[in-house]
């Protein structure tokens, strides 16, 4: 296999080999599959079986358990705010709502800690700021046309999934239907 120069700490050139840069490939994607399916219990074991590639492998990539989960819960706040800022788009501001809080993996990056207003400063919370931020759009946009209840703001739906967040045990596939029930609950009294 070839090799390849990247830039290393410093400025130093150095050479990864082709099958390195694959492993880090394949070891990102089956973070997120992980993630998506397991949240915040996901562990290094579970990446490194998905991707078919030693534990040692999973720790070169992300260093530690934690940066694993800040990075997936970083990138799919990413996600997130994409999702928002595309539905603002759409013909029916409550329908998107109803798609972007609904989906199968809602929840997912909804760690109690992180939705904590005291949470840290760091990328995670900065990534929260953002999708916020853009959620808040939707929410606002929804106001203004009419569908949710003029007094309610970002900061109340914040408490309230933060609730649903601490309420629930620990996130998977098969909680995302539960909390997706709650989530109704919710989104219900929000409606004008």
Excluded at 42 to 48: G, Y
Excluded at 98 to 116: H, K, M, N
């Amino acid at each position: 296999m070839g090799a390849v120069e990247t830039k290393g700490e410093a400025g130093r050139v150095r050479r990864s080999r082709r099958d390195a840069i694959d492993n880090e490939s394949r070891v990102r994607e089956a973070a997120m599959l992980v993630f998506e399916q397991r949240g915040n219990a996901m562990t290094m074991d579970d990446v490194a079986a998905e991707a078919g590639v030693s534990k040692g492998t999973v720790y070169n990539t992300f260093g530690t358990r934690q940066d694993l989960v800040d990075e997936m819960t970083v990138e799919f706040l990413g996600r997130a705010t994409d999702s928002y800022r595309q539905e603002l788009d759409s013909e029916s501001v409550w329908d998107a709502l109803l798609d972007v809080i609904l989906t199968p993996t809602f929840g997912v990056a909804a760690r109690p800690e992180i939705l904590d207003p005291k949470a840290p400063a760091g990328r995670v919370k900065d990534a929260l700021t953002v999708a916020l931020t853009a959620f808040g759009e939707l929410v606002e946009r929804g106001k203004s046309e009419g569908v949710i209840r003029p007094e309610i703001t970002v900061d109340h739906l914040l408490v309230l999934f933060r609730g649903l967040a601490m309420a629930l045990p620990e996130y998977s596939l098969g909680r995302a239907t539960q909390a997706k029930e709650y989530a109704v609950i919710i989104l219900r009294g929000i409606h004008a």
